[in-house]
C-alpha cells in the first residue's frame, strides 16, 4: 500500500497545503527546508528564479556548483517537499499566500512560513549608469552564469565590498578582462579588514587568492561613463585618491553591497529593525507568530551566515529547540564576521551626496535628482513627476531616494508583484484583499 503524501489538496492544480513553507531557495532556504525535513515536517519551497540555489549558487551553463552547494541542492529529491521554481508571490492571507507560476496562479495553506527572501543589489546613481553596458556588478555575475558570452570584453567593476572581487573572478573564468576594480573603502580600512580575516581562516584563503596585484584602485568612485557616437560605453571616469582618471572599457558593473529584501515581510506585517532588516529574536521568530526569517532579509551577512540561521528558523518552526540550539553558536560566529565587512566596507558619504543635480534617479520615468529637490518625501514627489510609477514600481528609485535624501520606502502593496487578470480573479474567490 502506497504511503499517503504529507500535502493536502483540495484542489490538486490550484491549492496546496503544508507544515512549512519556505519562501525563497538560496543557502538560507535549502537549510531551512532540510531542517524542517529532519523535524519531520510536510514541506514547500518556492523561489521566483528557474533554479534553486540563489545568486550564489546560481545553476547555469557556464557555471560549475561547488560540492556544498550539490549537497545542499539534493533537498530537493525529497519526497516530504514539493518545490516550485518561476513562483513569484502575489498576495497574501492570513496563512495562505496565492502564487504565479508558470503563468497559473496556485493558493498555498501553511501552518509556518520561513521568508528565506534574500537581498537585491545596491545600486547608487552616477551620470551615466542607466546607458547600454551599465549594469550591477552582482546582476552581471548572474548574467555571466545563465550564459552570457564575455570573451573580448574589458570591464570595470566599482562599487564596493567583497562581492567585486567575486564578479571579477567570475569576468575572468568566462573570459573576459578586468580592466580595474574601483573600491571606495580607503585603504586603512582594508588593512584593518584584512588583519581581522585571521578569525575566519577560510576567508582569509578566499581573499588572498582573489585580491588582484593589480588595476585595484582604493579609496576611489565612478565620476561618469564615455560612449561613442552609437552609443556603446567606450570608457569610464574614475576618481583615483582625489585626481580623475579614465579607464577604457565596454563593460562597467557597478554595486556597493547588497540590501535586504523585506517587501514580503512587510506585508504580514513584521517589523524592521533600525537598519532596515527584518526583526528576529534569537530563534530567528519575527515580530509575528507563526512567521520565521532566515539569512539575508534579517541582516547581510553572507552564505555561511543564511545557512546557520536557516537551520535554525527550520528546527524552529518544527518545534526541535534543542537541534536548533546546536547552530546558534555557529551564528555568533558569523554574525561577527559580517559586523567586520559592513564596517570595513562603509560608504563614503561623498557617493551619494556630491551627484550634479541633471543625474537621473527614476530610470522608468526619467526623473532627475533636479526635478526631486522641491520636495520633501516620497508620496509628494511621485505625484508631481511620476517617480517610481514605471515598470519597476518605484523598487529601485525608492531605494535611492532613501540613501540620498533619507525619505522612507514606501510600504509595499498587493499584488506584491506583476501578475495577470486570472491570478487576481483567483485571489478574488479566495477574498484575499487587493485593494490598498
Known amino acids: 500500500m502506497a504511503t499517503p503524501s504529507p500535502f493536502t489538496t483540495s484542489s490538486p492544480s490550484a491549492v496546496l497545503r503544508c507544515d512549512v513553507l519556505v519562501v525563497g531557495a538560496g543557502p538560507a532556504g535549502l537549510a ?25 549558487w546560481r545553476q547555469g551553463p557556464l557555471h560549475t556548483l561547488p560540492p556544498m552547494a550539490k549537497r545542499y541542492l539534493s533537498v530537493l529529491s525529497e519526497d516530504a517537499l514539493i518545490y516550485l521554481p518561476s513562483c513569484k508571490v502575489i498576495a497574501v492571507d492570513s496563512q495562505c499566500v496565492i502564487v504565479e507560476t508558470v503563468g497559473k496562479p496556485r493558493m498555498i495553506h501553511y501552518q509556518r512560513i520561513v521568508l528565506c527572501t534574500g537581498a537585491k543589489e545596491k545600486l547608487l546613481p552616477f551620470p551615466g ?42 569576468v575572468k573564468k568566462a573570459g573576459g578582462s578586468v580592466v580595474g576594480i574601483i573600491e571606495q573603502a580607503p585603504l586603512h580600512r582594508l588593512l584593518s579588514f584584512g588583519l581581522r580575516l585571521f578569525h575566519w581562516p577560510n576567508k582569509l584563503h578566499q581573499a588572498i587568492t582573489l585580491i588582484p596585484l593589480k588595476n585595484y584602485y582604493k579609496n576611489s568612485m565612478v565620476l561618469g561613463v564615455e560612449t561613442s557616437a552609437e552609443g556603446r560605453l567606450t570608457g569610464v571616469y574614475i576618481s583615483n585618491k582625489g585626481r580623475k582618471q579614465k579607464l577604457s572599457c565596454t563593460r562597467l558593473a557597478c554595486g556597493f553591497g547588497l540590501r535586504p529584501n523585506t517587501e514580503l515581510a512587510q506585508l504580514l506585517g513584521c517589523l524592521l529593525d533600525e537598519q532596515g532588516n527584518v526583526q528576529v529574536d534569537t530563534w530567528q521568530q519575527t515580530t509575528i507568530p507563526g512567521v520565521y526569517a532566515a539569512g539575508e532579509c534579517t541582516g547581510i551577512g553572507g552564505s555561511e551566515l543564511a545557512l546557520c540561521e536557516g537551520f535554525i528558523a ?47 534617479i527614476c530610470r522608468c520615468e526619467d526623473v532627475s535628482l533636479n526635478e526631486l529637490e522641491p520636495f520633501q518625501d516620497w508620496n509628494s514627489a511621485k ?18 531616494l532613501h540613501d540620498i535624501k533619507h525619505w522612507a520606502i514606501p510600504s509595499p502593496r498587493i499584488p506584491l508583484s506583476p501578475t495577470n487578470l486570472e491570478t487576481l480573479a483567483a485571489g478574488d474567490t479566495e477574498k484575499i484583499n487587493f485593494s490598498d
Request: glycine fraction near 12%.
Open 129 to 170: 549608469w542607466t546607458l547600454p553596458g551599465v549594469t550591477g556588478a552582482g546582476g552581471l555575475q548572474a548574467l555571466i552564469k545563465s550564459g552570457l558570452p564575455m570573451t573580448g570584453e574589458r570591464v570595470v567593476i566599482a562599487g564596493s565590498g567583497p562581492l567585486l572581487l567575486a564578479v571579477a573572478e567570475t
Open 32 to 56: 531551512t527546508a532540510q531542517a524542517a525535513i529532519q523535524g519531520r515536517q510536510s514541506v514547500i519551497l518556492i523561489d521566483d528564479n528557474p533554479k534553486a540555489g540563489g545568486q550564489i
Open 314 to 360: 527550520g528546527f524552529t518552526a518544527s518545534s526541535k529547540y534543542a537541534l536548533a540550539e546546536k547552530w546558534q553558536q555557529k551564528r555568533v560566529k558569523w554574525q561577527h564576521f559580517a559586523t567586520a565587512v559592513a564596517k570595513a566596507f562603509t560608504l563614503n558619504k561623498e557617493i551619494t551626496q556630491s551627484l550634479p543635480l541633471d543625474t537621473l
Open 383 to 400: 505625484m508631481a513627476t511620476r517617480c517610481g510609477m514605471g515598470a519597476c514600481q518605484g523598487k529601485i528609485c525608492s531605494a535611492i
